[in-house]
Protein backbone atom coordinates (compact mmCIF):
# COMPACT_ATOMS: atom_id res chain seq x y z
CA UNK A 1 0.00 0.00 0.00
CA UNK A 2 1.31 3.43 -0.93
CA UNK A 3 2.03 5.40 1.73
CA UNK A 4 0.23 8.60 1.79
CA UNK A 5 1.57 12.05 1.24
CA UNK A 6 2.20 14.62 3.99
CA UNK A 7 0.38 18.10 3.10
CA UNK A 8 3.92 19.67 2.70
CA UNK A 9 4.94 17.23 0.33
CA UNK A 10 6.75 18.57 -2.84
CA UNK A 11 5.55 15.56 -4.72
CA UNK A 12 1.98 16.55 -4.35
CA UNK A 13 3.12 19.41 -6.79
CA UNK A 14 2.61 17.55 -10.51
CA UNK A 15 -0.70 16.08 -8.89
CA UNK A 16 -1.90 19.64 -8.76
CA UNK A 17 -0.17 19.99 -11.83
CA UNK A 18 -1.82 17.85 -13.69
CA UNK A 19 -5.51 19.33 -12.17
CA UNK A 20 -6.38 15.92 -11.17
CA UNK A 21 -9.89 16.64 -9.22
CA UNK A 22 -9.94 14.26 -6.28
CA UNK A 23 -6.89 14.86 -4.89
CA UNK A 24 -7.66 18.56 -5.42
CA UNK A 25 -11.12 18.84 -4.14
CA UNK A 26 -9.65 16.85 -0.85
CA UNK A 27 -7.36 19.57 -0.49
CA UNK A 28 -9.81 22.50 -1.01
CA UNK A 29 -12.09 20.89 1.51
CA UNK A 30 -9.69 19.90 4.18
CA UNK A 31 -8.04 23.59 3.58
CA UNK A 32 -4.37 22.27 5.32
CA UNK A 33 -2.30 25.41 6.62
CA UNK A 34 1.01 23.43 6.02
CA UNK A 35 -0.09 22.53 2.25
CA UNK A 36 -0.79 26.48 2.29
CA UNK A 37 2.59 27.12 3.03
CA UNK A 38 3.54 24.87 0.86
CA UNK A 39 1.75 26.69 -2.32
CA UNK A 40 3.06 30.08 -0.88
CA UNK A 41 6.66 28.50 -1.17
CA UNK A 42 6.11 27.65 -4.65
CA UNK A 43 4.84 31.22 -5.26
CA UNK A 44 7.26 32.92 -3.75
CA UNK A 45 10.48 30.92 -5.49
CA UNK A 46 8.73 29.90 -9.03
CA UNK A 47 7.57 34.01 -8.99
CA UNK A 48 10.57 35.36 -7.73
CA UNK A 49 12.82 33.40 -10.30
CA UNK A 50 10.60 34.70 -12.96
CA UNK A 51 10.73 38.30 -11.70
CA UNK A 52 14.71 37.94 -11.50
CA UNK A 53 14.55 37.10 -15.32
CA UNK A 54 12.57 40.09 -16.30
CA UNK A 55 14.99 42.60 -14.08
CA UNK A 56 18.04 41.38 -15.28
CA UNK A 57 17.63 43.67 -18.84
CA UNK A 58 17.96 46.87 -17.06
CA UNK A 59 20.17 45.62 -14.08
CA UNK A 60 21.18 43.38 -11.15
CA UNK A 61 19.74 45.95 -8.94
CA UNK A 62 16.58 45.83 -10.43
CA UNK A 63 16.51 42.19 -10.87
CA UNK A 64 16.28 41.96 -7.08
CA UNK A 65 13.43 44.71 -6.91
CA UNK A 66 11.50 42.37 -9.39
CA UNK A 67 12.50 39.21 -7.55
CA UNK A 68 10.92 40.62 -4.53
CA UNK A 69 7.61 42.47 -5.45
CA UNK A 70 6.35 40.03 -8.30
CA UNK A 71 5.73 37.52 -5.89
CA UNK A 72 4.00 40.23 -3.66
CA UNK A 73 1.83 40.77 -6.59
CA UNK A 74 0.63 37.03 -6.90
CA UNK A 75 -0.02 36.40 -3.36
CA UNK A 76 -2.14 40.29 -3.01
CA UNK A 77 -3.99 39.03 -6.36
CA UNK A 78 -4.79 36.03 -4.64
CA UNK A 79 -6.05 37.47 -1.52
CA UNK A 80 -8.26 40.06 -3.24
CA UNK A 81 -10.04 37.64 -5.78
CA UNK A 82 -10.47 35.22 -3.12
CA UNK A 83 -12.46 37.51 -1.33
CA UNK A 84 -14.20 38.36 -4.58
CA UNK A 85 -14.43 34.27 -5.78
CA UNK A 86 -15.71 33.89 -2.28
CA UNK A 87 -18.94 36.24 -3.21
CA UNK A 88 -19.46 35.04 -6.60
CA UNK A 89 -19.48 31.56 -6.56
CA UNK A 90 -22.59 31.24 -4.59
CA UNK A 91 -24.09 33.59 -7.07
CA UNK A 92 -22.99 31.60 -10.23
CA UNK A 93 -24.21 28.24 -8.54
CA UNK A 94 -21.16 26.65 -7.49
CA UNK A 95 -21.07 25.75 -3.63
CA UNK A 96 -17.54 26.97 -3.00
CA UNK A 97 -17.54 28.62 0.74
CA UNK A 98 -15.33 31.66 1.22
CA UNK A 99 -12.35 29.18 2.73
CA UNK A 100 -12.72 26.38 -0.02
CA UNK A 101 -12.72 29.61 -2.80
CA UNK A 102 -9.47 30.87 -1.52
CA UNK A 103 -8.00 27.35 -1.27
CA UNK A 104 -8.53 27.27 -4.92
CA UNK A 105 -7.33 30.68 -6.21
CA UNK A 106 -4.69 29.68 -4.04
CA UNK A 107 -3.96 26.71 -5.66
CA UNK A 108 -4.41 28.26 -9.53
CA UNK A 109 -2.03 31.09 -8.40
CA UNK A 110 0.33 27.86 -7.19
CA UNK A 111 -0.15 26.65 -10.93
CA UNK A 112 0.81 29.93 -12.78
CA UNK A 113 3.61 30.67 -10.28
CA UNK A 114 5.12 27.12 -11.65
CA UNK A 115 4.89 27.75 -14.80
CA UNK A 116 6.21 31.32 -14.87
CA UNK A 117 9.24 29.35 -13.13
CA UNK A 118 9.49 27.22 -16.11
CA UNK A 119 9.77 30.26 -18.62
CA UNK A 120 12.38 31.70 -16.66
CA UNK A 121 15.20 30.36 -18.58
CA UNK A 122 13.20 31.59 -21.82
CA UNK A 123 12.97 35.03 -20.46
CA UNK A 124 16.34 34.99 -19.16
CA UNK A 125 17.51 34.08 -22.97
CA UNK A 126 15.35 36.96 -24.30
CA UNK A 127 16.83 39.57 -22.32
CA UNK A 128 20.12 38.70 -22.61
CA UNK A 129 19.67 38.80 -26.79
CA UNK A 130 18.25 41.76 -26.80
CA UNK A 131 19.70 45.21 -27.54
CA UNK A 132 20.98 46.74 -24.82
CA UNK A 133 20.00 50.02 -23.05
CA UNK A 134 22.66 52.04 -25.10
CA UNK A 135 20.86 50.60 -28.42
CA UNK A 136 19.36 53.14 -30.40
CA UNK A 137 16.66 51.26 -30.74
CA UNK A 138 15.78 51.14 -26.83
CA UNK A 139 12.41 51.98 -26.94
CA UNK A 140 11.08 49.03 -29.74
CA UNK A 141 13.69 46.65 -27.37
CA UNK A 142 11.31 47.84 -23.93
CA UNK A 143 8.17 47.20 -26.38
CA UNK A 144 9.09 43.62 -27.12
CA UNK A 145 9.62 42.84 -23.82
CA UNK A 146 6.87 44.25 -22.45
CA UNK A 147 4.35 42.71 -24.50
CA UNK A 148 6.22 39.75 -24.43
CA UNK A 149 5.13 39.41 -20.59
CA UNK A 150 2.31 40.23 -20.96
CA UNK A 151 1.64 37.44 -22.92
CA UNK A 152 3.22 34.99 -21.18
CA UNK A 153 1.96 35.89 -18.09
CA UNK A 154 -1.40 35.53 -19.46
CA UNK A 155 -0.91 32.00 -20.75
CA UNK A 156 0.28 31.33 -17.29
CA UNK A 157 -2.67 32.71 -15.97
CA UNK A 158 -5.62 30.96 -18.21
CA UNK A 159 -3.32 27.31 -17.66
CA UNK A 160 -3.49 27.74 -14.23
CA UNK A 161 -7.31 28.54 -14.22
CA UNK A 162 -8.41 25.93 -16.70
CA UNK A 163 -6.14 23.05 -14.79
CA UNK A 164 -9.02 23.41 -12.27
CA UNK A 165 -12.11 23.79 -14.46
CA UNK A 166 -12.56 20.08 -14.15
CA UNK A 167 -12.54 20.50 -10.69
CA UNK A 168 -15.33 23.50 -10.84
CA UNK A 169 -16.98 21.19 -13.17
CA UNK A 170 -17.33 18.42 -10.26
CA UNK A 171 -18.83 21.06 -8.12
CA UNK A 172 -20.94 22.72 -10.57
CA UNK A 173 -22.59 19.77 -11.79
CA UNK A 174 -22.77 21.19 -15.73
CA UNK A 175 -19.43 22.85 -17.64
CA UNK A 176 -21.52 25.95 -18.44
CA UNK A 177 -21.98 26.73 -14.78
CA UNK A 178 -18.51 25.77 -14.25
CA UNK A 179 -17.18 28.13 -17.63
CA UNK A 180 -18.74 31.17 -15.73
CA UNK A 181 -17.34 30.78 -12.54
CA UNK A 182 -13.60 30.42 -14.48
CA UNK A 183 -14.86 33.57 -16.72
CA UNK A 184 -15.35 35.22 -13.52
CA UNK A 185 -12.44 33.85 -12.08
CA UNK A 186 -10.18 35.31 -14.92
CA UNK A 187 -11.88 38.34 -15.37
CA UNK A 188 -10.74 39.45 -11.31
CA UNK A 189 -7.37 38.39 -12.03
CA UNK A 190 -7.18 40.65 -15.04
CA UNK A 191 -8.71 43.46 -13.60
CA UNK A 192 -6.83 43.40 -9.99
CA UNK A 193 -3.73 41.58 -11.07
CA UNK A 194 -3.07 44.11 -13.83
CA UNK A 195 -3.49 47.28 -11.77
CA UNK A 196 -1.55 45.79 -9.04
CA UNK A 197 1.57 45.42 -11.37
CA UNK A 198 0.99 48.83 -12.91
CA UNK A 199 1.18 50.45 -9.35
CA UNK A 200 3.76 48.20 -8.62
CA UNK A 201 6.19 49.31 -11.54
CA UNK A 202 8.54 48.92 -12.51
CA UNK A 203 9.70 45.47 -13.19
CA UNK A 204 12.36 45.68 -15.87
CA UNK A 205 12.62 49.40 -16.09
CA UNK A 206 11.93 51.98 -18.44
CA UNK A 207 15.24 52.65 -20.21
CA UNK A 208 15.43 57.00 -19.64
CA UNK A 209 14.62 56.49 -15.97
CA UNK A 210 16.29 55.31 -12.87
CA UNK A 211 16.20 51.94 -11.36
CA UNK A 212 13.71 52.35 -8.69
CA UNK A 213 11.61 50.02 -6.37
CA UNK A 214 8.55 51.72 -6.96
CA UNK A 215 7.90 54.77 -9.13
CA UNK A 216 6.92 58.36 -7.67
CA UNK A 217 3.91 58.56 -9.75
CA UNK A 218 2.76 55.28 -9.21
CA UNK A 219 -1.08 56.43 -9.27
CA UNK A 220 -0.98 57.73 -12.83
CA UNK A 221 -2.44 56.24 -15.85
CA UNK A 222 -3.11 53.03 -16.63
CA UNK A 223 -1.79 49.31 -17.36
CA UNK A 224 -3.88 49.19 -19.98
CA UNK A 225 -3.01 52.79 -21.42
CA UNK A 226 0.80 51.51 -21.63
CA UNK A 227 0.20 47.87 -23.40
CA UNK A 228 -1.89 49.91 -26.31
CA UNK A 229 1.04 52.68 -26.46
CA UNK A 230 3.76 50.12 -26.53
CA UNK A 231 1.48 47.84 -28.84
CA UNK A 232 1.12 50.63 -31.35
CA UNK A 233 5.00 51.87 -31.12
CA UNK A 234 5.83 48.79 -31.76
CA UNK A 235 3.45 47.49 -34.91
CA UNK A 236 2.25 51.02 -36.12
CA UNK A 237 -0.85 52.69 -36.66
Excluded: H
Excluded at 90 to 119: C, D, E, H, K, Y
Excluded at 153 to 164: D, E, S
Aim: glycine share 8%; with cysteine.
Amino acid sequence: MATPLSPASPRQLPVLLRGEVAPVRSWVTEGSPVRGTLCVTVILVGAGLYGAAIGLWRSGEQALFTAIKFPLILLLTTAGNALLNGVLAPLLGVNLTLRQASVAILFSFTIAASILAAFAPLVLFLVWNVPPLTSPAVRDTYAVIQLSQVGLIAFAGVVANVRLLQFLRELAGSRPVAMRLLIAWLAGNLLLGTQLTWIARPFFGSPNLPVQFFREDALRGNFFESVFYNARRLFGE
